[in-house]
């Protein structure tokens, strides 16, 4: 099983935007921190609007946010929502792919029974699983704390008063 570009970059942008301290970000920020193609990531984040996992803030100082906590986004209903077609094979619509054996094949259990697994799986993890090393990531991904002074990995940003 190969997952779409799309649930790729889907993925992608929601550890970002989990992993950003402000929760702010922008397309080309993102797009360039990943060096991925900004106008495949914009329709990424406008589906992912739609589905309610992404909100955008308008204006000067606008860009993409968590439209919920990461906690509450689960990596399995994120796939589904986004895969246009988990159908492993294509007897799992018969309609389309009419076989002799289909009533009593044991290999369509079997994937189906695969699909299941995988999904459950990934329906253990959330959001903020993926984002939990999130000073690593950011470094990775050359996110600037909140402050915007570069600091090692792991150092907490000072506190404001």
């Not at 779409?4 to 992608?12: A, C, E, G, K």
């Not at 920020?29 to 308008?58: D, F, P």
């Not at 606008?62 to 906690?71: C, H, I, N, S, V």
């Not at 895969?83 to 018969?94: G, I, K, N």
Request: aromatic content about 6%; some cysteine.
């Amino acid at each position: 099983m190969r997952l779409t570009v799309y649930t790729d970059f889907s993925l992608r942008l929601l550890m970002y935007l989990a992993v950003k301290e402000d929760g702010l970000a922008t397309i080309a920020e993102v797009a360039e921190s990943y060096r991925i193609s900004r106008n495949h990531l914009m329709k990424v984040a406008h589906q992912l609007g739609l589905a309610g996992y992404v909100a955008t803030v308008r204006g000067k100082n606008g860009g993409l946010r968590l439209a919920r906590p990461a906690e509450t986004i689960i990596l399995g209903d994120v796939v589904r929502r986004t895969e246009p077609d988990l159908a492993l094979v294509p007897c799992f619509h018969p309609i389309d792919a009419p076989c002799a054996i289909w009533p009593k094949c044991v290999l369509r259990q079997a994937m189906q029974n695969a699909l299941e697994a995988f999904l459950e799986t990934l329906d253990g993890y959330t959001l903020a699983d993926l984002a939990r090393p999130e000073s690593q990531l950011r470094a990775l991904l050359s996110i600037l704390p909140r402050d915007g002074l570069p600091r090692a990995p792991g150092k907490r940003a000072p506190r404001l008063s």
